[in-house]
């Protein structure tokens, strides 16, 4: 698998919050990779770093084949960035604004990439509509169609469907995909763990550090996690009894449910023990990658807090 | 009405107040500076004018009438001239406020009483920056010689005056404010428009998010610059235009002539304006703090620049501030132009002055342009 983005000892401070510790990250070519992590722990910075929005402390290597510290400027042109807020001009109709972008980039044959991106996203019928008076959903394909309108073989998702309806979501992934499917290499930050599961690959980064980096099932096999589903009345209630016994590293209510979580089995069945009788119904269930993340996400407490 | 949310909200203002500090300073501060600044630099009386002389008699009433005109207080002779061109010329260039010519026959007509005449030209253009001084010299005659004039040669009182001084008013004969002022505020209306215009491009882009988006992209920083001010050249050069035609037919303003100096500075300044109002744009956090800081320059322009109060009335510290201020120049090469006719070759240092300006602030904006976030 050839490496669109190859980076390592990435850091970052802001003063003295050391907000990026030496993160490595590897997205490969025509991928989607899902860049997960809680809030505040540098995606944002780590995405912005790569598109040379930020320069980094220090860290080393490619992005599309080239120095990403020195050829900064290179790699902006092949890169589309899509922002975590709306950053295009609200007082700009959306073909304005898809426009202005095609000529900041310089693209030949304006008129037909701007008619065309409006076609793909479905925004034909809306071109003169002012940016800042479009729901949630339009902007965010609005913003998708700007990143990607210079071609890009890098696309930079930072959070991009934040506050975006189930509907529209689905049909951003969609199209997602289908880039994907025609070559373009993204790499895309989310909270949402629908989302991740619609990835190639995942990279779990907390507290500025890169806790995990696979495939799902290889993030999910390698957390070594083990998870007790328990069911019955009131089994959802469980939870706060179960939380804090040796062995439970995480309790939480799924619906009427219950999921518990530990990394030492023993243990943990000794922790449900005392409810494995009826009305409960006890069975072991594959960890989700939830499951996975935030087990991940204490662990990384522990270790940096 | 009630106590307690009447409260709240003034303990949340104090409280955002307490967070966006330098608006806030900028607003404590602004009144000392200025107070300090402008309570001493401003003098609507002012003395000891650069004057020039020509003296073709070489008497002794010559020189007490000299000496008598400097003690006034509101002449230095700062040239001597030797021909009357050359007098000319100083004045011309705005080099001396005044010019004065001692006839050749001057002691011997004040011997004979036979209407011995001084010549006082000034430089009227700014009527304010000379009326004091000419007020002073009524009362020349009747002092100069009260010493010479002894003995034989001594008049009978009450006498006429010995001599009489003629004042020309240059460039503003009728010593009209409006001659002197409506091309100033041209250059005034300009910096108010464009620099507060300019100064909130770059910071409405940081406090709309846009900017994220815009670096981003590969456009460099002069290409944002020169985009984002090209628009208000048009803008400044219309309201040129407008102000030169209604100081033409509403306020009939000589328009001397200089037209291709004018242009040039009319441009240089505009080009510098709209530089300085990018540069602020980079160097505030908020569109608050960017017309703040355009207001803080808009008065010293409008203070130190000789347009409101007249540049040699101010201490030599507010003249080398005043110098800073691209108005003042621009100022000099209007008045020049439209007042007195003149042309590059007299007007070169104030158009330099600009360029220069321009140079500077726009290198200082691109230095403070940052290409990324950081």
């Not at chain 1, 960890?287 to 807090?305: A, C, R, W, Y």
């Not at chain 2, 040039?264 to 960017?290: D, K, M, N, Y």
């Not at chain 2, 006719?341 to 002055?353: E, H, Q, R, Y």
Request: some cysteine.
């Amino acid at each position: 698998m050839t490496l669109a983005v190859d980076v390592r000892g990435l850091n970052k401070s802001f003063g003295d919050k050391h907000v990026v510790q030496d993160v490595a990250i590897q997205v490969g070519t025509g991928r989607i990779t899902g860049f997960l992590g809680p809030n505040g722990s540098g995606k944002t910075t780590t995405l912005r770093m790569l598109c040379g929005l930020l320069t980094p402390d220090s860290g080393e290597g490619e992005v599309l084949g080239l120095d990403f510290r020195k050829e900064a400027e290179r790699i902006k042109r092949q890169t589309g960035y899509m922002t975590q807020k709306f950053s295009l001009y609200e007082d700009l109709s959306i073909e304005e604004n898809l426009t202005f972008v095609a000529r900041v980039y310089g693209l030949d044959d304006r008129r037909r990439r701007v008619r065309e991106a409006l076609e793909r996203l479905g925004l034909d019928n809306r071109r003169r509509q002012l940016a800042g008076s479009l729901s949630g959903g339009w902007k965010q394909r609005l913003a998708l169609a700007a990143s990607i309108l210079h071609e890009p073989r890098l696309l930079l998702l930072d959070e991009p469907t934040a506050g975006v309806d189930p509907k529209a979501r689905r049909e951003f992934w969609d199209e997602i995909h289908a880039l994907s499917a025609e070559g373009l290499t993204v790499l895309v930050s989310t909270h949402y763990m629908d989302e991740a599961e619609r990835c190639h690959d995942i990279a779990y980064i907390a507290y500025g550090r890169l806790m995990a980096r696979g495939t799902g099932e290889e993030v999910i096999a390698r957390s070594g996690l083990v998870t007790f589903r328990g069911e019955g009345p009131g089994a959802d209630r469980l939870a706060r009894e179960l939380a804090g016994k040796p062995g439970v590293e995480m309790a939480a209510a799924f619906g009427a449910a219950l999921h518990v979580s530990g990394t030492d089995r023993a243990a943990l069945e000794a922790a449900i023990a005392p409810w494995r009788k009826p009305p409960f119904r006890w069975s072991e269930a594959a960890p989700t990658l939830e499951d996975v993340f935030i087990h991940l996400m204490g662990q990384s407490k522990d270790n940096f807090e | 009405m009630s106590a307690t949310r009447i409260l709240a909200v003034l303990v949340k203002e104090f409280t955002q107040l307490t967070r966006d500090r330098l608006t806030y300073a900028l607003i404590l501060l602004m009144p000392i500076v200025q107070l300090l600044l402008f309570g001493y630099a401003i003098n609507s009386d002012p003395h000891h004018l650069p004057t020039a002389v020509l003296v073709q008699d070489h008497g002794i009433f010559a020189r007490s009438t000299l000496g008598t005109i400097v003690r006034s207080g509101y002449f230095d002779i700062t040239e001597t001239a030797r021909t009357p061109e050359e007098l000319d010329r100083a004045i011309a260039l705005g080099r001396v406020q005044f010019a004065i010519t001692i006839p050749a026959d001057f002691s011997r007509r004040v011997v004979r009483g036979d209407k011995a005449q001084i010549l006082v030209e000034a430089d009227a253009a700014d009527p304010s920056a000379t009326g004091s001084a000419i007020a002073a010299l009524a009362a020349l005659p009747q002092e100069a010689l009260k010493h010479d004039l002894t003995g034989a040669v001594a008049p009978r009182t009450p006498a006429p005056p010995p001599f009489e001084v003629v004042v020309h008013r240059r460039y503003n004969p009728e010593a009209i404010s409006a001659y002197n002022i409506v091309p100033g505020l041209l250059g005034i209306i300009l910096s108010m428009t464009l620099v507060m215009m300019t100064s909130l491009g770059v910071t409405r882009e940081y406090e709309r998010g846009t900017m994220e988006s815009l670096l981003a992209t590969p456009v460099r920083p002069l290409e944002v610059m020169i985009g984002k001010l090209a628009p208000y050249v048009l803008v400044g050069l219309i309201q040129t235009v407008v102000i030169l035609v209604m100081a033409r037919v509403l306020f009939d303003v000589p328009l001397a002539g200089g037209w291709a100096p004018l242009s040039a500075g009319i441009l240089l300044f505009i080009f510098g304006s709209l530089a300085l109002g990018f540069l602020v744009s980079t160097l505030a956090r908020s569109q608050l703090q960017a017309m703040q800081m355009s207001f803080f320059y808009m008065l010293p322009s409008i203070l130190l620049s000789g347009f409101m109060f007249p540049f040699r009335g101010m201490p030599d510290w507010a003249q080398w501030l005043g110098t800073v201020i691209p108005v003042t120049h621009f100022l000099r090469v209007v008045r020049g132009a439209l007042l007195k006719g003149l042309g590059f070759a007299d007007l070169w240092p104030s158009l330099a002055a600009l360029a220069v300006f321009v140079l500077v602030v726009v290198s200082l904006a691109m230095a403070r342009y940052r290409t990324t976030l950081d």
